[in-house]
């Protein structure tokens, strides 16, 4: 599936409405079978459907039908993957992807850029809370007591795995759908943390745009039109 704005990470929950004919058969096709399906992001400022060379391998969760044909469901980021060049496109796009995977020894200059980050990440908290507070009390389990602030930190602080960290700093404090696929697509995880960093200082020209042309455009139009998100 091939949206203009949605990034789906890893861990993450996207709700989605599905009207689309072929988006519908699509996903009739998933339930009946491995409840799995691509989101990718639309490559900006392309005239044609062309996704961009990275997206989010989610499954279906929940699946409500309603009353016009329409569908809300509920899709869990499992893994990135790579898109290859589309096998088919009728009744709707299929591509071969591949898992990108994240190295099992994490290089020692992703320790100092992880410091560096949670670093950022504090101060952004001090001086200016992202979200509501509530949304803090449930990430962090603090019950409503003490600094919300300081729960979620040390909820951040316990992970333990890199690649999970700067996803979900990313889920909490990056707005822009680019700079979210510009984090999504860096397989590299010390390019990841520093796309991230530059993301959260304000150091990213360009709506992060450098780099991310890469996309699978292999000529096909968008004859029923993008969106499927809700």
Request: glycine share 10%.
């Amino acid at each position: 599936m091939i949206l203009g704005e949605a990034v789906l990470f890893p861990m993450a929950m996207l709700r989605l409405r599905i009207f689309e004919p072929r988006y519908k058969r699509m996903l009739q096709d998933s339930l009946a079978s491995h409840r799995l399906f691509c989101v990718a992001m639309q490559r900006p400022g392309g005239k044609r459907e062309s996704p961009m060379p990275v997206a989010g391998l989610g499954l279906v969760r929940v699946a409500t039908r309603n009353d016009d044909g329409t569908y809300h469901i509920v899709l869990q980021g499992l893994a990135r993957v790579r898109l290859s060049g589309a096998s088919r496109y009728k009744p709707y796009r299929v591509h071969p992807i591949v898992p990108v995977l994240c190295p099992k020894e994490v290089p020692p200059a992703v320790d100092a850029l992880r410091y560096r980050l949670m670093d950022i990440v504090e101060k952004k908290f001090n001086l200016d809370p992202p979200v509501p507070d509530g949304f803090f009390r449930s990430f962090a389990k603090t019950g409503g007591k003490g600094n919300p602030w300081d729960g979620c930190m040390a909820a951040l602080r316990s992970i333990s795995h890199p690649g999970q960290l700067a996803d979900i700093i990313t889920l909490l404090l990056v707005e822009d759908p680019l700079f979210k696929q510009l984090i999504l697509q860096s397989e590299d995880l010390g390019q990841r943390y520093r796309n991230l960093i530059c993301v959260l200082e304000g150091l990213m020209p360009g709506h992060g745009m450098h780099g991310m042309d890469e996309a699978n455009d292999d000529g096909e139009d968008n004859a029923d039109g993008a969106g499927s998100q809700g």
